[in-house]
């Protein structure tokens, strides 16, 4: 118990001395013959640096060693420099990738009739099998269907069931309720027939 307790002091008394880090004999004065050990043990868990500066050793905590190097090692400086200017451009690369396959998917949805008429034809089909007395069914219940025969996921479903209501909304008819269906006007409409 003693000694987690010696751990965790000399861990708030260098993160307690910031960037310009604690001497290492002074950390030695104040917790005696342990403190080698413990320092040893949290360099390796890379919880504390140690550093020779000048003549002395000090110790630092990871968030006050890096400040410490930014701030003192213009080679280290102009590294994070450029990593940070790399993880920035990846992260709009993968912004921008996104937004493009997007736009391709909305495009060929788009692009291609012949599609969008096989899954009007199907769309009907499956309305006409599995619609109630009075023509309605899930939306659920006809992508089942669709997704399982025609290998669609579930989301370019739903794009090509909304488009094809937009498109001929005196050909269909939506109710609203329903786990999953189309978004309109922000409501789930999850039952559908034909009019």
Known sequence: MRVLSVISEIIRRVESAGITGVKKTDLKKEFGKECDEVLERLSQEEKA?????????????????????????????????????????????????????????????QDNPSYTIDFEKVFDKCLREGGTSIGWTSFSKVREKICQTQD??????????????????NKYEVSSGGREGILIRGMVHGFVRAV
């Open 49 to 109: 640096f140690i550093e020779k500066k000048g003549v002395a050793y000090f110790v630092w905590s990871r968030e006050n060693y890096i400040l410490h190097l930014t701030e003192n090692d213009p080679k280290f400086k102009l590294m994070l420099n450029m990593l940070v200017g790399v993880s920035h451009s990846v992260a709009r690369l993968k912004d921008h990738t996104q937004n493009l396959r997007e736009e391709m998917e909305r495009m060929s949805l």
């Open 152 to 169: 669609l996921p579930k989301e370019k479903f739903y794009a090509l069931a909304s488009d094809l209501v937009e498109k001929h909304h």
